[in-house]
Nanobody, 121 residues
C-alpha cells in the first residue's frame, strides 16, 4: 500500500512559477514509476509528466520546456517544477505511482488527493 500526499499548489500570475511535491509512504518508492497528471474543469485527466525508476522522463507537448519532473528517492518524493505558467495550466494536479515492466503496468495504481493550481491575473 502506498499513500501519496501532494503539496505546493496555489494561485500564481501568468508567467510565474510553482513547485509541486508529492511524498510517498513506504519503503519501495524507488521501484515505482511516478507521474503527475492534471484535470481541468470539464476535461479528462491527462498525463503531464512521468519519471521512471531509472530517471527517464516523459512530458506532454504542452509543457515541454516549461515543466521539469524530478525525484529524490532518499526523501520518497517526486517534484514538478512549473515555470512560465499559463492560464491553460489551471487544473487540479494529481500524483501517481505505479509499477511497470517492459510489457506494461502491473499492480495497484495509486493516486494522491490532488492539489489545485490556478494561473490567473
Amino acid at each position: 500500500q502506498v499513500q501519496l500526499v501532494e503539496s505546493g499548489g496555489g494561485l500564481v500570475q501568468p508567467g510565474g512559477s510553482l513547485t509541486l511535491s508529492c511524498e510517498a509512504s513506504g519503503s519501495t518508492f524507488s521501484t515505482y514509476k511516478m507521474g503527475w497528471y492534471r484535470q481541468a474543469p470539464g476535461k479528462q485527466r491527462e498525463l503531464v509528466a512521468s519519471i521512471d525508476r531509472r530517471g527517464s522522463t516523459i512530458y506532454v507537448d504542452a509543457v515541454k520546456g516549461r515543466f521539469t519532473i524530478s525525484r529524490d528517492n532518499a526523501k520518497n518524493t517526486v517534484y514538478l517544477q512549473m515555470n512560465s505558467l499559463k492560464p491553460d495550466d489551471t487544473a487540479v494536479y494529481y500524483c501517481n505511482a505505479r509499477h511497470y515492466t517492459d510489457y506494461g503496468p502491473y499492480g495497484p495504481n495509486y493516486w494522491g488527493q490532488g492539489t489545485q493550481v490556478t494561473v490567473s491575473s
